[in-house]
Nanobody, 125 residues
Framework: QVQLVESGGGLVQAGGSLRLSCAAS????????MAWFRQAPGKEREFVAV????????SYADSVKGRFTISRDNAKNTVYLQMDSLKPEDTAVYYC??????????????????WGQGTQVTVSS
């Protein structure tokens, strides 16, 4: 089992920044690819960003490319999502997720076995 706990959400004005953290425990963190997803009210959960176990490869949704940065610190068992130039449409509950590392970086929720409880991000206009 892998336990994931997100933190860092909050209320921010458009154009501002937030940094989300996801602390992992329970298994060897460096064996897992880590991803961020988000879900707005009335919408399906959508992919935001993913990072390979080594940190050597990343992928982003087009809607956040150039504004968000995913990173990880395997020594601290933590993955981060730096969010800059936030827009009201970024408002959602943000979830981190983990899956055993594979050759392909997965961007759909059904590939991920472990999920955090989510953290709310609200961007005001």
């Amino acid at each position: 089992q892998v336990q994931l706990v997100e933190s860092g959400g909050g209320l921010v004005q458009a154009g501002g920044s937030l940094r989300l953290s996801c602390a992992a425990s329970g298994r060897t963190f460096s064996n897992y690819d880590m991803a961020w997803f988000r879900q707005a009210p009335g919408k399906e959960r959508e992919f935001v960003a993913v990072i390979r176990w080594s940190g050597g490869s990343t992928s982003y949704a087009d809607s956040v490319k150039g504004r968000f940065t995913i990173s990880r610190d395997n020594a601290k068992n933590t993955v981060y999502l730096q969010m800059d130039s936030l827009k009201p449409e970024d408002t959602a509950v943000y979830y981190c997720a983990a899956r055993r590392s594979s050759v392909v970086l997965r961007t759909t929720p059904n590939y991920y076995s472990y999920w955090g409880q989510g953290t709310q991000v609200t961007v005001s206009s």
